[in-house]
């Protein structure tokens, strides 16, 4: 999923996972700042293997808390120092920020559109070695500002420009033009998207990593939290969608509600579900745009601990059967 600087748990997790040689990567989806970490992850293992894509992974995000200091709106702080999240969220220099980013648009104020993570990308990455990459299968998304709708770009024709076109947030960058199209942030339209697994992976199993907290027991009441909880529910909502539609393949197949001849045309998909939403429970969205380097690795730590966990816990349901009550992922009746 995508998520901003909260992509580090992602990182985490994934730098946890790599180091269990008992698990494989078919397939890769990635939105945003997801979209990143799949990249990384992907021309890491093609350059050398697991170790590869755990350097690979590190050297992206240490570029990205270097270019932080010069383009972040949040003032930089040790991370040490600081373990009040809220002291972010309410910082002024965020408040007026918000405010500004609704006054005028990125024609406006960024015309010449500067976008610090196309430098990071071009000195991290060497796409066309990326686009050869036989380790795993590559999916990034975007949304098509045009016709509203997800656009996949796969393996062969991931570029810059795709990756950020799915990490194109539309009130801080202009839309990202790829082959007449224009594109922003793909979390609007798939947080990641889980439908070419369905067609083009060889596996059955779904590991989700979930950025975006699913669940809030905290009412929002302020201006503040109340936009970060809307945009929390917006942000996983075709996710949830995409869930519903596996769940009900799921019953179809457990029902019997399918003749013989079409039921080898449906995959029987397990999906497995990592939560991070304890860990980022007292982070407010604005802590997602600080990328100082020691609040970056205590979130990779966190992600780390939150995958252990779940590897202990779930190894033995992966192809075999879902981890989690799919049901209770989506459904707000359960």
């Keep these: 999923q995508g998520g901003g600087a909260h992509g580090a748990v992602t990182w985490g997790v994934i730098d946890r996972l790599l180091q269990d040689e008992r698990l494989e990567f078919d397939s890769i989806s990635g939105t945003s700042a997801g979209a990143v970490n799949a990249v990384s992850l992907a021309y890491g293992l093609h350059l050398d293997g697991r170790d590869g894509a755990r350097k690979k992974l590190e050297e992206v995000w240490r ?28 910082s ?3 408040l007026m920020f918000d405010t500004f980013t609704r006054a005028l648009s990125p024609y406006q104020f960024n015309p010449f559109d500067i976008n610090p993570l196309k430098d ?158 304890e860990a980022l429970q007292e982070m407010s969205a604005a802590s997602k745009f600080n990328v100082d380097w020691s609040f970056l690795t205590d979130l990779k730590e966190r992600g780390a601990k939150i995958a252990e966990a779940w590897i202990a816990a779930n190894y033995e349901a992966l192809g075999n059967n879902s981890s989690v009550n799919i049901r209770e992922l989506y459904d707000g009746n359960e």
């Design 63 to 90: 570029a990205v808390a270097n270019a932080g200091s010069l383009y972040s709106p949040i003032p930089r702080m040790p991370w040490s120092l600081t373990n009040n999240l809220a002291e972010i969220g309410n």
């Design 92 to 94: 002024v220099s965020q």
């Design 120 to 277: 990071i990308l071009k000195r991290c990455i060497d796409f066309d070695e990326l686009r050869e990459c036989k380790r795993a299968k590559l999916y990034i998304s975007a949304t098509n500002v045009r016709s509203g709708k997800v656009h996949v770009f796969r393996t062969a024709d991931v570029s810059i420009d795709a990756v950020l076109a799915s990490a194109c947030l539309p009130f801080l960058f202009q839309a990202v033009e790829v082959d007449g199209e224009h594109y922003w942030d793909g979390g609007y339209m798939g947080n990641p998207v889980l439908f070419p697994f369905f067609y083009e992976s060889e596996s059955q199993d779904i590991v989700i990593v979930h950025v975006n907290p699913l669940t809030r027991e905290k009412l929002p009441e302020s201006a503040s939290d109340i936009m970060d909880r809307v945009n929390e529910i917006s942000f996983n909502a075709a996710l949830l969608g995409e869930l519903r539609a596996i769940g009900f393949v799921h019953k179809l197949l457990g029902h019997g509600w399918l003749k013989d001849e079409y039921r080898d045309r449906l995959k029987n998909i397990r999906i497995h579900s990592v939560r991070s939403d």
